[in-house]
């Protein structure tokens, strides 16, 4: 073509290296792009279409190559995205993560669903139970027939089952582009999307040798292994902590705070389950915090004190001092999550610093402005959620170890974080597209003080997932300093008024999750996470209205069998319409892993579950126990109510799932009625063992990164002995 120069028109914009033909420029161009155009008929994507001729014959052909269906009519063309596809998957809307079946009821629906239907897709039902507008405690519509139907929780996250037919096998010619853009690509390493170059490790290597006398074991990870532990970060941990701005990361800005970059890094072998490379990268960050604060350079200096030169560090930015705070953070998490009595004192220690550095920094927000350039929008987005998200742990902690939070909500006034949209934009131009359609922007005082009623007018909905996450801690807390305030210190109840004033806030809570444009129970989105571990705090919420638990675990022994007895010594429930909820949120919190298969949950779908199901659902495991043993021992005098009944009959339908899924449980199913109550005195007492051997065995053999899971399972394996009813000994 006249004009155009050949050499220019051949070379990728994007790395500048030059191609001799234009299709080898167009397959290394989707190295960049990630872009997979060749789509088969089953549902698989490929880069180059001889990869989709060479799945067809060997997956759908038994006797001859059949086409796929064509991206356009009559050929395999590449399947051009539109801008920005990749990322409008990331965080779905709640009309858009689910069919049309699972959109929200009415708010004029009740209670009467919620325990499975003919349907019987526990993400339905439980979509049902958390778009309830109010409880109904007549049980008239209460449950329906929930006999279980196996089918409808589809595993869109795998690939389906391939079945290659017998054919010839032939020897390749060995590649010969040591750049893996010819014909046998598949056959070269894998790309490394995090690996640095040799001069980015030197400089970390030098930032870190500042610190050499208090780090003499110290050997800094190869670059190999650093790509593979900031993969380990990326994808296991920041879907739950999204914290720290993924699509801006990069390891060598934070040279000024090498114990950052160690931290993560240290995050990211847990993830890998190299707990010993972990062990020493944590040490090793924590070490130079503990430097840092001997040296008198780890706080942030008074106000009167910003012009005293003698500090080398007060010149440190707000960022820098934010990534001081993001260091803790990490550490907080590795230590509280280990399962070890010196890792967990260690957390303590970490609690007190984080609240200080947090008041040190401001928790308010005056000006509700934001830069309109991307990178400075995410820098102060970055801070804003590592301000949130510390509070969060710090609640969190709380929770697992029954402790006076560090850090109170009634301190925090800062506006809530962003859509995941904003949050996930790769550039300037997804992120103005994003926040073109993103609701006004709301603080957390204000719609806290909506769920609790206090409010001059109910806040608009569309919060992010993690809005809604901070907002039901917040009532979590809450819940735990009125407990404080019982005048039953052996129980610490609360007043009827109270649990009728917090469950009119969990409900507006409840209304705000639903309405929020990006809430949605996804089991294979991992973007929707913290929308999904909303729900199990909500669960955990309604449980300790009715039965706090929190001071009957004892995780901080990490000992199984002191955390057993200290449950067993626990308060049961009292019967009664009003733990309702509390009951449906542990049912369904057993039931939609059961759905996916215990077994299959265990090995494979655990990774991917924050911390806060396993510390939820011990609650979960331990209510429900000790509802069914309430239930036996007073079913003699006070016959089960047919709401009862129902209620048991379904806890007993999918205890029998759960059992049966799992190959060390199977032979307990025998002793677990399917239909019928024949005799609720020993139903209950066989089914409050069963229900929490259930859990034990999801928990105990599970593949989570954190020993503490594991610990959970163990305790309650303990316990469902402890409780262990005569009828089942032999």
Not at 218 to 246: C, K, Q, T
Not at 512 to 530: A, K, Q, V
Request: proline share 7%.
């Amino acid at each position: 073509m006249a004009g155009v120069d050949p050499v220019r028109s051949l070379t990728c914009a994007v790395c500048s290296r030059s191609f001799g033909r234009y299709e080898h420029l167009q397959r290394h161009s989707r190295t960049h792009t990630k872009e997979k155009p060749y789509v088969c008929r089953c549902g698989r994507s490929f880069t180059r279409k001889d990869l989709l001729t060479r799945h067809e014959r060997l997956n759908h052909s038994p006797s001859g190559r059949r086409r796929s269906t064509p991206a356009t009519a009559g050929t395999n063309e590449p399947v051009t995205p539109s801008s920005g596809s990749q990322h409008d998957n990331v965080q779905s809307s709640a009309t858009d993560s689910f069919p049309s079946d699972y959109l929200p009821v009415a708010d004029h629906q009740s209670l009467g669903g919620l325990m499975l239907t003919g349907q019987d897709d526990p993400i339905l039902d439980y979509t049902m139970l958390l778009n309830a507008p109010e409880m109904n405690l007549d049980g008239s519509s209460f449950i329906m027939d929930p006999m279980l139907n196996q089918q409808n929780l589809s595993l869109d996250g795998l690939d389906p089952p391939q079945f290659a037919a017998p054919s010839p096998i032939v020897s390749p010619p060995i590649p010969d582009d040591s750049y893996g853009d010819d014909d046998f690509r598949e056959l070269k390493p894998v790309r490394c999307p995090w690996m640095m170059p040799e001069a980015q490790r030197i400089q970390l290597q030098e930032a870190v040798d500042q610190f050499a006398h208090v780090l003499p074991q110290l050997v800094l990870p190869s670059r190999l292994a650093i790509a593979r532990y900031v993969s380990g970060y990326v994808d296991g941990f920041s879907h739950h902590h999204p914290f720290i701005h993924i699509p801006t990361l990069r390891l060598v800005s934070y040279l000024e705070s090498p114990e950052l970059i160690l931290a993560i890094l240290a995050i990211g072998a847990q993830y890998r389950y190299e707990t010993k490379t972990a062990h020493g990268l944590y040490h090793a960050s924590r070490a130079i915090v503990l430097e840092r604060i001997r040296r008198g350079d780890f706080f942030r200096p008074h106000q009167d004190s910003v012009g005293d030169q003698t500090n080398a560090k007060d010149d440190l930015s707000p960022h820098g001092w934010m990534d001081r705070i993001r260091t803790l953070v990490l550490l907080f998490v590795y230590s509280s999550w280990k399962n070890e009595p010196e890792f967990i004192n260690q957390a303590f220690e970490y609690q007190g610093i984080i609240a200080r550095c947090l008041r040190e920094v401001r928790l308010t927000e005056e000006s509700d402005l934001e830069p309109d350039n991307w990178t400075e929008w995410a820098r102060d987005e970055t801070d804003r959620r590592t301000k949130l998200f510390a509070w969060c742990l710090i609640s969190l902690h709380s929770i697992a170890f029954d402790t006076p939070p560090a850090l109170l909500f009634r301190e925090i006034n800062l506006f809530l974080p962003s859509t995941c949209k904003e949050w996930v934009a790769r550039n300037q131009k997804e992120w103005k597209n994003a926040r073109a359609h993103a609701p006004d922007r709301a603080t957390f005082k204000d719609v806290h003080a909506s769920h609790l009623g206090t409010a001059s007018s109910p806040h608009a909905p569309g919060l992010s997932p993690m809005g809604n996450y901070i907002l039901v801690h917040a009532l979590i807390q809450r819940i735990y300093l009125a407990q404080q305030l019982s005048h039953d210190p052996y129980a610490q109840s609360l007043t009827p008024s109270d649990i009728a004033d917090f469950e009119l806030a969990l409900t507006r809570w409840r209304h705000t999750w639903r309405t929020s444009p990006e809430s949605g129970l996804d089991l294979h989105n991992p973007y929707g996470s913290m929308s999904f571990t909303s729900t199990a705090l909500l669960g955990a919420a309604h449980i300790r209205l009715h039965c706090n638990l929190g001071q009957w675990r004892d995780l901080q022994s990490c000992n199984p069998d002191t955390i057993a007895a200290t449950l067993l010594k626990a308060p049961a429930p009292r019967r009664g319409p009003e733990t309702i909820y509390a009951i449906l949120h542990s049912v369904h919190a057993l039931n939609i892993p059961v759905q996916i298969g215990l077994s299959y949950y265990t090995h494979c779908k655990s990774y991917s579950w924050s911390i806060q199901h396993a510390l939820c659902n011990i609650e979960c495991a331990a209510f429900l126990s000790k509802w069914l043993l309430t239930l036996s021992s007073s079913c003699s005098s006070l016959p089960l109510t047919d709401l009862e009944s129902r209620v048991v009959q379904w806890i007993g339908r999918v205890v029998r799932e759960a059992l049966l899924s799992h190959d060390d449980t199977i032979d307990i199913v025998s002793n677990i009625g399917d239909t019928e109550i024949t005799s609720p005195e020993s139903s209950t007492q066989k089914l409050s063992y069963a229900v929490v051997k259930a859990w034990a065995q999801m928990f105990k053999l599970c593949n989570s990164p954190w020993p503490i899971v594991q610990l959970i399972g163990q305790s309650l394996d303990r316990y469902a002995e402890l409780i262990r009813p005569s009828l089942l000994a032999g």
